[in-house]
């Protein structure tokens, strides 16, 4: 394969085999993995051919042997043109990347089907990790698929269909009287002590490339061209970081031309750490102790990657922007009518923050913009469900039908 990797960390620039680490022995910085890119031979033709998942993306994700993929067909999600929102704002060249409709209907399934990959490449006989929702069902399908037992750590306060949704996978649920930083903390401990491969934990410079092909998928739909900007859904920061480091390995790589992509990163006001420090044009990241939001996708306090993530989209002079609850159900309701996309709150958040950047006369009507849409409506159908859940029942008659057709 010719795709020599080594694990490297952020902070230092220490390298290590990739193996089962996740923290640098010398500065305890994060560790990341790193390809030989120029020694990767790959062409935009042989992608074409693949079916379509990330795994066609195999050359530039951290496996050595096809054999060990566990492989739910995540990925190669539509990227939608979303001409009637656009008009609705004003924009010209709008897409919409729908990745509501991946195998367990989040975007997470892309970062999970890597993890357990390399989990199971590395002999582990156990995987789990904390979730805000998402991962959990992610985690568990991809683990049910591969054989694995699963620990699943939510805050005991997260959506039931999301829980149930993990369950059904028969992943052992464990809900912690806290936040998700408390069920972080604890799946950490039991990764260490157990030997569990925690996918968003010690098997997370893995996890993270998954991500990636977020950004490869949109520049191949696009006709190998790079978009103008893109707005990302932020919780850790690992997605936003991920989806910068795809389109800047495929300028690397010399599948696209040139990478100027703004990046944006979208939060809700409950917890914006993120945003709040972008705002302030730093990335010391000030922890939100209770996040507060029904976008529960992404409330999380102290973000992982979260100085890495307001770097990001400083560099590549994108945006931070925050949205209350009451402007994240009118955009799944603006989505949802005028594209035919149901999305779940962190989702979105991305077009109620386009919504703002569009006033705000942030964005050039011209530029090509992708909004990352990454977890379904049927995962929270109570945020929208109170005012249409009973429709009003009528007699089967024409002439009580008549009534409402004319209205
Ligand atoms: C639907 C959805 N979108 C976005 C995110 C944010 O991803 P990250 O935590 O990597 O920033 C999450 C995280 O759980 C999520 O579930
Ligand atoms: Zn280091």
Known sequence: MGKAQVLEC?????????????????????????????SIKVNKETFASRPKSLWRYFELLPLD??????????????????????????????YIKNDTVNPTFSFKDRPASVAVSKALGLGLSAVGSPSTGNLAAATAAHAARAGLPCYIFIPWDIEPTKIVQAAAYGAEIVAIKGTYDDANKLATQAGEIYNIGVVNVNLRPYYVEGSKTLGFEVCEQLGWE?????????????????????????EDVGLIRENNVKITSAQPYGCSPIVDAIKKSTDVIDPVEKPNTI???????????GIYAARTVMETKGFGENCTDGEIVDAIKLLAST???????????????????????????DE???????????????VVSAPTSKPVAIDPKLEVLAQIIRR
């Not at 893109?230 to 850790?236: K, R």
């Not at 594209?339 to 942030?362: S, Y």
């Open 10 to 38: 952020r902070e230092c620039g220490k390298e290590y085999d990739p193996t089962f680490r996740y923290i640098c022995e010398e500065c305890f910085g994060p560790l990341e993995v790193k390809y030989d890119l120029a």
């Open 65 to 94: 042997a096809k054999s060990r993929i566990v492989d739910l067909g995540a990925g190669y999600t539509p990227l939608h043109r979303a001409e009637r929102l656009a008009k609705k704002l004003g924009l010209k060249n709008l």
């Open 226 to 250: 790079a978009p103008d900007h893109v707005i990302v859904p932020t919780g850790s920061g690992a997605l936003l970081c991920a989806v910068g480091r795809g389109f800047d390995q495929l």
């Open 295 to 305: 976008a529960k996708s992404l409330a999380i306090g102290e973000p992982g990657d």
């Open 339 to 365: 594209e035919g996309i149901f999305t779940e709150p962190a989702g979105a958040v991305t077009i109620a923050v386009l919504k703002k950047l569009v006033a705000e006369g942030k964005i050039d009507a």
């Open 368 to 382: 090509t913009i992708v909004c990352y849409v990454t977890g379904n409506g049927l995962k929270t159908p109570e």
